[in-house]
């Protein structure tokens, strides 16, 4: 069993940054390959950005590359997401989730066997 919990979020201008952590219980993080996602009003949850149980490996939505960089500390069984340049389109709750089959379908919802509960991004123009 993981249990994961984001923070982070909250309300910031166009063009500021944030960074969202995920805090994982359990002895498995260190294994699991993680990952974040949003999900806006009316919308679709959708894959952001993904990285592989050591670190060594990431990948990102195009939507959010360049800008938005994921990090895994196992040491403190936490996940991150750095968050800069933000525009409004980013507004949504994001939530990060842990795949610990490690398989390779990183950016499927059906891909992660956890996930946390949330944190809201709203980005103002």
């Known amino acids: 069993q993981v249990q994961l919990v984001e923070s982070g979020g909250g309300l910031v201008q166009a063009g500021g940054s944030l960074r969202l952590s995920c805090a994982a219980s359990?002895?498995?993080?260190?294994?699991?390959?993680m990952g974040w996602f949003r999900q806006a009003p009316g919308k679709e949850r959708k894959f952001v950005a993904a990285?592989?149980?050591?670190?060594?490996?990431?990948t990102y939505a195009d939507s959010v590359r360049g800008r938005f960089t994921i990090s895994k500390d196992n040491a403190k069984n936490t996940l991150y997401l750095q968050m800069t340049t933000l525009a409004p389109e980013d507004t949504a709750v994001y939530y990060c989730?842990?795949?610990?089959?490690?398989?390779?379908?990183?950016?499927?919802?059906?891909?992660?066997?956890?996930w946390g509960q949330g944190t809201q991004v709203t980005v103002s123009s």
């Open positions: 359990g002895r498995t993080f260190s294994s699991a390959h």
């Open positions: 989730a842990a795949d610990l089959k490690r398989s390779e379908a990183w950016r499927a919802t059906y891909a992660y066997d956890y």
């Open positions: 990285i592989n149980w050591s670190g060594g490996h990431t």
